[in-house]
């Protein structure tokens, strides 16, 4: 599974960030690893680092699951570790509903 990380000019993409961010949804996403080719992960900070809402930080997970359509989850929190872990577990009830329904079918 490939991990692309994309971030606004807001937030700096280093390094650790990048190892950070990769391994975490590595680990998120390890059970479906042989059916995800590649994951984008976008990090945001809708208001520009003001601070007028408390959950300002955005993450976006966008999934290419093999024969299937891109899945894509969006989640808001305050800091860019609960806006990845909200966004990996919705990606991963999203993921396994529907290769739920496809088993099904």
């Known amino acids: 599974m490939q991990v692309q990380i994309h971030t ?3 937030i700096e993409g280093t390094d650790a960030m990048g190892k950070w961010v990769s391994s975490a949804v590595q680990e998120a996403l390890a059970r ?3 059916q995800i080719s590649r994951v ?9 680092g003001k601070k007028t ?12 699951l093999d024969g299937h359509q891109p899945l894509a989850v969006k989640h ?3 800091n860019l570790n609960q ?4 966004a990996a ?3 991963l009830r999203l993921i396994e509903n529907t290769l739920g329904r496809t088993a099904r079918v």
């Open 76 to 78: 808001h929190a305050a």
């Open 89 to 91: 577990d919705k990606l």
């Open 8 to 10: 606004d000019h807001h």
């Open 40 to 48: 984008e992960v976008h990090l945001s900070d809708e208001n520009g």
């Open 32 to 34: 479906f690893s042989g």
């Open 53 to 64: 809402s408390p959950e300002n930080k955005q993450c976006v997970l966008e999934a290419r």
């Open 83 to 86: 806006a990845l872990d909200g």
